[in-house]
């Protein structure tokens, strides 16, 4: 089992930065893919940031330039630095893991941003 805490969630003015993070624990390979998802009010949950083994990344179009992804294998983290905020980012922020094919979640954490 694979278990993920999410912190670093809040309210910050548009414009302003948070940086989230995601610990892992349990039975996992620490070389499976990584990242970050996120589910606003009404909406489906949709991939933010990704990060596989060799440093590879992906990240959505609309957060490109402004939220980076960071991994850090030997503490089994990864980290999502957020920078200009915008309102439209207010969602829950989902961690996740994917094991060879099973997703595992985080139970999320809330990020606000007020105009």
């Known amino acids: 089992q694979v278990r993920l805490v999410e912190s670093g969630g809040g309210l910050v003015q548009a414009g302003g930065s948070l940086r989230l993070s995601c610990a892992a624990s349990?039975?996992?390979?620490?070389?499976?893919?990584m990242g970050w998802y996120r589910q606003a009010p009404g909406k489906q949950r949709e991939l933010v940031a990704l990060t596989r083994s060799g440093g590879d990344t992906n990240y959505a179009d609309a957060v490109k330039g402004r939220f980076t992804i960071s991994r850090d294998y030997a503490k089994s983290t990864v980290a999502l630095q957020m920078n200009n905020l915008k309102p439209e980012d207010t969602a829950v922020y989902y961690c996740n893991i994917n094991q060879f094919g099973t997703n595992y979640w985080g139970k999320g954490t809330l990020v606000t941003v007020s105009s």
């Open positions: 349990g039975s996992f390979s620490g070389y499976n893919p």
